[in-house]
């Protein structure tokens, strides 16, 4: 299932209008932001996963998708993808979404937050995305009567700012017997493993948004720059460079269709859902590091300054790397089973995928 | 965005996946009759082909006239994954299933479409491909095999080399210098020719490769003749025929299954438990297998719902070939903190000495990765 065509050119022209990565590149305030977030809340995008009956749009997995992508096309520093899980995440327990920018806890294995007999939540999770800036935490929380899902208000936790290495908010959030606003069961069984695949599919959909980007800028920057007299992409050398990143950057198309793909198809996010997400998280992530590492050499030093947007994307690409878990974690936990399986299971459980 | 390079998602479809289990149900019981070994051997057996063949598994997109079955592309890239994973040999059929037939299906006259097409699909029939020349590799173009008109049709002289299973072949698909090229246009000028091996004049020499097996040919032609029905498409015109069917050539899943034993095989020596070294390595080799897969399998869902992804199928080649070229010596890292006695490390060891000796030439066959880096290029919009 392809995502909603109006959709996807409707994000694509706010962010244009309202998100264009040169001009917040250009400012050293932050005024830009009320405007595209006010515009993405009226046309319904922040809310996407959201049924209506929680307030939200109703749009299809895929279309959430498609928005997430844009983000990373843009490269630009608001949590819409993180609201657009976080609505997802309350969705699961039906729980009625607020209006303004959310964000998720936990963001990995390493922490948790518990919930109390007396439902009081407790816990520390470091390198929460754009915690300072959202109104409210969704977070999946333990309990002696399983997985609850919790809405609090972000005044009542305490937050200790931090930053990726793009200069993003990656704060760490302090849960001291925080009082969730709501909170309830999933409506349906829920492994915390399907927070943690959601999040790895969003971070591997916005690098492949941004890799496209970077691409692009690629393609168009070595036809304009001359070098030895004419333009570098006339050299063979600069042509294989970019050839190799169009390598890249149709990996990263494909192993996120497929990791999408999976989601939409078994949503309850079983074998072939963690192979298809594992396999995109490790194949995306390699492809933003070569992708990065080209785009660069082609910019030159003038890829190299704060002045140029280059910078908006590769520094983002080296941080969502690791968010979510990186190449290598989940290339453990897929070796893992792939060696326990055995020689003659490989390519049977490849092509069951 | 531009939207230059699409992968569209495509899954195959549930007839596909019904004949996977019968195509594997197959070489099961062929492996078990020991009527072959997976991976052995220079992959061209007859008797195996006509097994094949009158499993209908030969030609089996074409139109049922033509003794095809009229299945769908999804299906054919089923059949044609399980044999390479199941390291069947299939060198006998292979060439004309994927590219000689198809050829002939859109540029032979109709007598010789009846005549040809059924006995391949039969598996009796096996094609060559004279492309490459001493001089002429890469540069396509430049091929100076001449055929030149005469009373009884064409005369042909010159010389062909790097002809896989030319001494085996029935028939070869020859490019041919029919005119000088132009200064408009230097692709012009070259024709296609159905060459009988057959015929006299053909001489077939072998060219030993540097893993010591007889796969290559030298193929001279002296004062061939060649009837006027045995020209494929039109004269000085083979370069607009080719694009077409190099997306099916150059996308399909023996781009990067060759060796695809190594990986089976690491996993045997690594052991259910491997190293975290062993298993973060062996977990990245299965999600770039996975992913290229993916794309293989969304180029072959794009040819059949009638697009032209040549750029896509020129992409799934460079990064399918790379991997399976390094494929041997990442492995052979892997393997390294195996013990000497572990999980059958010895035969390990020889199936990675021979994929090392194989990996250079998958980067060479069926157009160089430089070849398709600039193709890829061109594709993305550069000129």
């Given at each position: 299932?392809?995502?909603?065509?109006?959709?996807?050119e409707?994000?694509?022209?706010?962010?244009?209008?309202?998100?264009?990565?040169?001009?917040?590149?250009?400012t050293?305030n932050?005024?830009?932001r009320v405007?595209l977030?006010?515009?993405?809340?009226?046309?319904?995008?922040?809310?996407?996963?959201?049924?209506e009956?929680?307030?939200?749009?109703?749009?299809?997995?895929?279309d959430?998708?498609?928005?997430?992508?844009?983000?990373?096309?843009?490269?630009?520093?608001?949590?819409?993808?993180?609201?657009?899980?976080?609505?997802?995440?309350?969705?699961q327990?039906?729980?009625?979404?607020?209006?303004?920018?959310?964000?998720?806890?936990?963001?990995?294995?390493?922490?948790?937050?518990?919930?109390?007999?007396a439902g009081?939540?407790?816990?520390?999770?470091e390198?929460?995305?754009?915690?300072?800036?959202?109104?409210?935490?969704?977070?999946?929380?333990?309990?002696?009567?399983?997985?609850?899902?919790?809405?609090?208000?972000?005044?009542?936790?305490?937050?200790?700012?931090g930053?990726?290495?793009?200069?993003?908010?990656?704060?760490?959030?302090?849960?001291?017997?925080?009082?969730?606003?709501?909170?309830?069961?999933?409506?349906t069984?829920?492994n915390?493993?399907?927070?943690?695949?959601?999040?790895?599919?969003?971070?591997?959909v916005?690098?492949?948004?941004?890799?496209?980007?970077?691409?692009?800028?690629?393609?168009?920057?070595t036809?304009?720059?001359?070098?030895?007299?004419?333009?570098?992409?006339?050299?063979?050398?600069?042509?294989?460079?970019?050839?190799?990143?169009?390598?890249?950057f149709?990996?990263?198309?494909?192993?996120?269709?497929?990791?999408?793909?999976a989601?939409?198809?078994?949503?309850?996010?079983?074998?072939?859902?963690?192979?298809?997400v594992?396999?995109?998280?490790?194949?995306?992530g390699?492809?933003?590091n070569?992708?990065?590492?080209?785009?660069?050499?082609?910019?030159?030093?003038?890829?190299?300054?704060?002045?140029?947007?280059?910078?908006?994307?590769?520094?983002?690409?080296?941080?969502?790397?690791?968010?979510?878990?990186?190449?290598?974690?989940?290339?453990?936990?897929?070796g893992?089973?792939v060696?326990?399986?055995?020689?003659?299971?490989?390519?049977?459980?490849?092509?069951?995928? | 965005?531009?939207?230059?390079?699409?992968?569209?998602?495509?899954?195959?479809?549930?007839?596909a996946?019904?004949?996977?289990?019968?195509?594997?149900?197959?070489?099961?019981?062929?492996?078990?009759?020991?009527?072959?070994?997976p991976?052995?051997?220079?992959?061209?057996?007859?008797?195996?082909?006509?097994?094949?063949?009158?499993?209908?598994?030969?030609?089996?997109t074409?139109?049922?006239?033509?003794?095809?079955?009229?299945?769908?592309?999804?299906?054919?890239?089923?059949?044609?994954e399980?044999?390479?994973?199941?390291?069947?040999?299939?060198?006998?059929?292979?060439?004309?299933?994927?590219?000689?037939?198809?050829?002939?299906?859109?540029?032979?006259?109709?007598?010789?479409?009846?005549?040809?097409?059924?006995?391949?699909?039969?598996?009796?029939?096996s094609f060559?491909?004279?492309?490459?020349?001493?001089?002429?590799?890469?540069?396509?173009?430049a091929?100076?095999?001449?055929?030149?008109?005469?009373d009884?049709?064409w005369?042909?002289?010159?010389?062909?080399?790097?002809?896989?299973?030319?001494?085996?072949?029935?028939?070869?698909?020859?490019?041919?210098?029919?005119?000088?090229?132009?200064?408009?246009?230097?692709?012009?000028?070259?024709?296609?020719?159905?060459?009988?091996?057959?015929?006299?004049?053909?001489?077939?020499?072998?060219?030993?490769?540097?893993?010591?097996?007889?796969?290559?040919?030298?193929?001279?032609?002296?004062?061939?003749?060649?009837?006027?029905d045995?020209?494929?498409?039109?004269?000085?015109?083979?370069?607009?025929?080719?694009?077409?069917?190099?997306?099916?050539?150059?996308?399909?899943?023996?781009?990067?299954?060759?060796?695809?034993?190594?990986?089976?095989?690491?996993?045997?020596?690594?052991?259910?438990?491997?190293?975290?070294?062993?298993?973060?390595?062996?977990?990245?080799?299965?999600?770039?297998?996975?992913t290229?897969?993916?794309?293989?399998?969304?180029?072959?869902?794009?040819?059949?719902?009638?697009?032209?992804?040549?750029?896509?199928?020129?992409?799934?080649?460079?990064?399918?070939?790379?991997?399976?070229?390094?494929?041997?010596?990442?492995?052979?890292?892997?393997?390294?903190?195996?013990?000497?006695?572990?999980?059958?490390?010895?035969?390990?060891?020889?199936?990675?000495?021979?994929?090392?000796?194989?990996?250079?030439?998958?980067?060479?066959?069926?157009?160089?990765?430089?070849?398709?880096?600039?193709?890829?290029?061109?594709?993305?919009?550069?000129?």
């Open positions: 299932m392809n995502a909603d065509p109006i959709i996807v409707t994000t694509r022209r706010i962010f244009q209008d309202l998100g264009d990565p040169q001009t917040i590149n250009n050293d932050t005024k830009w405007p977030w006010n515009a993405l809340v009226e046309a319904g995008l922040t809310l996407a996963w959201c049924s009956e929680s307030g939200g749009a109703g749009a299809s997995m895929a959430g998708f498609a928005i997430q992508r844009v983000v990373g096309e843009f490269a630009t520093p608001i949590p819409l993808a993180e609201t657009l899980l976080a609505g997802w995440l309350l969705d327990a039906r729980i009625k979404a607020p209006p303004g920018p959310m964000t998720v806890v936990p963001v990995n294995d390493r922490s948790h937050i518990n919930l109390t007999d009081i939540l407790n816990g520390i999770v390198r929460v995305p754009f915690a300072r800036e959202t109104e409210h935490l969704v977070a999946l929380s333990n309990s002696s009567d399983g997985p609850k899902i919790a809405m609090v208000q972000r005044v009542a936790c305490g937050i200790a700012p930053q990726n290495l793009a200069g993003e908010p990656r704060d760490r959030v302090s849960f001291n017997a925080v009082k969730p606003i709501h909170m309830s069961s999933p409506s069984p829920f915390p493993i399907r927070l943690k695949l959601m999040g790895a599919v969003m971070r591997t916005q690098m492949t948004g941004a890799i496209e980007t970077m691409l692009n800028m690629c393609i168009a920057y036809q304009e720059r001359v070098a030895f007299g004419r333009p570098i992409a006339k050299f063979q050398v600069i042509q294989h460079n970019l050839a190799v990143m169009g390598g890249e149709a990996a990263a198309l494909a192993a996120t269709g497929a990791a999408e793909g989601i939409m198809r078994d949503p309850s996010f079983g074998d072939e859902v963690v192979m298809n594992a396999s995109a998280k490790i194949r995306v390699e492809a933003a070569e992708a990065s590492a080209i785009a660069h050499q082609l910019h030159g030093a003038i890829g190299f300054t704060q002045e140029h947007i280059l910078h908006r994307f590769s520094h983002r690409l080296w941080s969502w790397r690791d968010e979510y878990d990186s190449e290598a974690n989940w290339a453990v936990l897929l893992k089973a060696a326990a399986r055995g020689p003659d299971e490989m390519w049977p459980n490849i092509t069951a995928a | 965005m531009t939207g230059k390079i699409a992968f569209d998602p495509v899954r195959l479809p549930a007839e996946e019904a004949l996977r289990i019968e195509v594997r149900d197959f070489l099961r019981d062929e492996i078990q009759a020991g009527n072959y070994r991976h052995v051997g220079d992959g061209f057996d007859r008797a195996f082909s006509c097994k094949v063949g009158a499993k209908g598994w030969i030609g089996m074409w139109p049922k006239k033509y003794g095809g079955q009229q299945r769908s592309h999804l299906e054919r890239y089923v059949v044609t399980e044999f390479l994973v199941a390291g069947a040999p299939t060198k006998a059929h292979f060439t004309a299933d994927r590219q000689s037939g198809p050829v002939l299906l859109k540029y032979a006259s109709e007598s010789l479409k009846r005549t040809i097409l059924p006995s391949i699909t039969r598996g009796e029939c060559a491909i004279g492309m490459s020349e001493p001089d002429s590799g890469s540069d396509l173009f091929a100076k095999t001449r055929a030149d008109k005469c009884q049709g005369r042909i002289n010159g010389r062909k080399v790097w002809t896989s299973f030319a001494h085996h072949a029935d028939y070869m698909i020859a490019l041919l210098r029919t005119s000088d090229a132009t200064k408009e246009n230097r692709r012009h000028g070259l024709t296609q020719f159905l060459v009988d091996m057959k015929t006299p004049g053909i001489t077939v020499s072998p060219i030993i490769n540097s893993a010591g097996q007889h796969d290559f040919n030298e193929v001279i032609f002296e004062d061939v003749i060649l009837s006027e045995r020209v494929l498409g039109d004269v000085d015109m083979a370069w607009k025929q080719a694009t077409a069917e190099l997306a099916f050539e150059r996308s399909g899943p023996e781009r990067f299954l060759e060796n695809i034993y190594v990986l089976t095989e690491l996993i045997r020596v690594l052991g259910p438990q491997p190293d975290q070294r062993g298993t973060e390595g062996l977990g990245r080799l299965v999600a770039q297998l996975h290229l897969r993916q794309m293989s399998i969304s180029v072959a869902g794009m040819l059949s719902a009638g697009k032209e992804p040549s750029l896509e199928a020129a992409v799934v080649k460079d990064v399918g070939t790379n991997w399976e070229q390094q494929l041997p010596n990442c492995a052979r890292n892997l393997a390294s903190f195996v013990n000497d006695d572990g999980n059958n490390r010895g035969r390990f060891d020889e199936l990675i000495e021979n994929a090392t000796i194989m990996a250079p030439k998958y980067t060479i066959q069926g157009g160089t990765r430089e070849i398709l880096r600039s193709i890829i290029a061109r594709g993305l919009g550069l000129r």
